[in-house]
Structures are given as structure tokens and as C-alpha cells.
């Protein structure tokens, strides 16, 4: 929601700043009974504020209702009047209403939950959250994430390597028509073969071969298409 810094007629609910958010009081502790709420003004217009409780006949509050100048802030003491045995464990609230100054209808409001203990060691027991297993799902796959898996994962595949080596020894096979090789017939590749190795190589498992845990029916799936795209450049080339 946006308004005017001078704005004097706010429609809605603004946020209200206030510290701390919650209230201990501890029967054991005399100086917790005494607790202080700050109340920020951060807009550029006075704010009228006041303080309510679900139990007022348990509190008392200094200065439950006044002004805030912009830009500034107001300690309110709040002090337990109840602090007995029979109380503890009980919670209440204070509810902080804000208005703009010379004007009824609140535009902000905000809770403040309090609650009386035998002692700060309760309050441990008291916020401690309590932790279960959750029942394992193995519908649903896992991912690893340790070292060794990791490794694996970045290692190219078997297929990988058999490619980049068979590409390889096809670009290191004489060319047909060279002479002075002891090699047979049959190991001469035409210079359309040795196109399509080098393509393979170069521009296809060079980018495949940077990517992690790849399938092979997947690699064999590209391998096939760019034999297929080789080939169809190495036909309009000739």
C-alpha cells in the first residue's frame, strides 16, 4: 500500500512498529515484572497510540495512550500486578491501536502476546519445538549430494569416451589416394568421413561432454542426429 509522507487521510491497515514483540514475565525474577514496550514512529505525521489488554486487571500500563512525533519512538512500561503461583502458564494479549492525531479511526494495529512463568528456565521448555521423523516416501527418488557421488556424476560416460576415441583414430587413418602408408585399403576414409568425425568431435561431444550424469540412449539419440546433419552438409559440399 502506498501513501503520502504528509498524507492525512490513510485508508487501511499501516504497520506498526513495536519492541519487543512478546512479553516474559518470570514469578521468581522481581525485575521481569517490570517490562517496557517501544513504539516506533517511522512515518512523517504524529501518531496517536493506544494500548488495550485482554487483562487489564492484571497490568499496569504508563502512559497507555498518547502522541509519537515523527520519526520517533516511546517507551510504555508495562508492570505485572499478578505474579503469583496461580497465574502461571496463563497468556494475555495487548493490542496496540494507532491513529493519525486529531482522528478516531485507527489505520494500524498490532499484537503483543505476554505470558507469565515460574521462572526463565521455563521458557526454554516453554519455546522448545518438538521434532519427529517424517516417514520416508520411496515413491520418491533422492538425490545424492556427497563427494564421491558428485565425482561420479562429473565423470563422462563410457559412451563418451568410446566416441571421442573412435573420432579420433578416424581423423589419424590415412586419407584415400595417400601413398606411403602400410596400412590396407580398407582403413583409407574418404575426406567426407573424416568431415564427419571431426564435426562429431569438435562441435557435438565437446559441449556433451561438459555436462553432468547424461543418459546414454540420450547421447546415442544426439550422436545419431549429428551423423545425420554431417552428413547432409558433407552432400551439399559435393
Not at 29 to 43: A, C, F, G, R
Not at 121 to 126: F, K, L, Q, S, V
Request: hydrophobic share 35%; with cysteine; glycine share 6%.
Amino acid at each position: 500500500m502506498h501513501w503520502d509522507r504528509h498524507s492525512t487521510s490513510l485508508d487501511g491497515n499501516v504497520p506498526v512498529f513495536v519492541f519487543p514483540t512478546e512479553l516474559n514475565f518470570y514469578a521468581d525474577d522481581l525485575n521481569s515484572h517490570k517490562q517496557i514496550l517501544t513504539l516506533y514512529n517511522p512515518y512523517g505525521f504524529i501518531l496517536n497510540y493506544k494500548v488495550l489488554s485482554t487483562a487489564p486487571q492484571k497490568y499496569i500500563v504508563g502512559d497507555s495512550h498518547g502522541l509519537i512525533q515523527p520519526g520517533c519512538c516511546v517507551d510504555i512500561v508495562v508492570r505485572h500486578r499478578d505474579a503469583t503461583s496461580a497465574g502461571h502458564g496463563q497468556r494475555d494479549k495487548f493490542r496496540i491501536l494507532v491513529s493519525e492525531q486529531g482522528k478516531r479511526k485507527a489505520i494500524g494495529r498490532k499484537d503483543v502476546p505476554s505470558i507469565l512463568l515460574a521462572s526463565s528456565t521455563d521458557a526454554g521448555e516453554e519455546k522448545r519445538d518438538n521434532f519427529s521423523s517424517i516417514r520416508q516416501d520411496s515413491s520418491v527418488a533422492t538425490t545424492s549430494t556427497d563427494a564421491s557421488s558428485r565425482s561420479r556424476d562429473s565423470s563422462p560416460s563410457s559412451l563418451i569416451v568410446v566416441m571421442a576415441v573412435a573420432c579420433i583414430s578416424a581423423l589419424l587413418l590415412p586419407t584415400q589416394g595417400d601413398k606411403g602408408t602400410n596400412l590396407p585399403e580398407y582403413l583409407h576414409l574418404t575426406m567426407n568421413q573424416k568431415l564427419i568425425a571431426a564435426y562429431v568431435l569438435v562441435f557435438d561431444f565437446s559441449g556433451i561432454a561438459s555436462q553432468n550424469a547424461i543418459q546414454n540412449d540420450k547421447l546415442a539419440r544426439r550422436f545419431q542426429i549429428s551423423i545425420a546433419q554431417c552428413a547432409d552438409l558433407c552432400d551439399t559440399n559435393s
